[in-house]
């Protein structure tokens, strides 16, 4: 029962990692709208977060951005 808990516990530290993720990516964002990095990680994060709307969002701005 305790690795349940343990793994719960790790669970919410890691949604906790990504929402602050999600917040730095945007405060860069802010101070460099062309950071195709930045644009590249945050639409990640927002799919890890099942978020996928905002993460195609993302995604097009990096193609936008730096085409192939």
């Known amino acids: 029962m305790i690795k349940y808990r343990e793994t719960y516990e790790a669970h919410g530290r890691n949604l906790l990692a990504i929402n602050n993720a999600i917040e730095n990516y945007k405060k860069a964002l802010k101070l460099d709208q062309n950071n195709t990095l930045c644009h590249y990680r945050l639409g990640y994060a927002y ?14 701005i990096v193609l936008r951005l730096d085409p192939p």
Request: hydrophobic share 35%.
């Open 47 to 60: 799919h890890l977060m099942r978020r996928l709307m905002e993460a195609s969002s993302e995604y097009e």
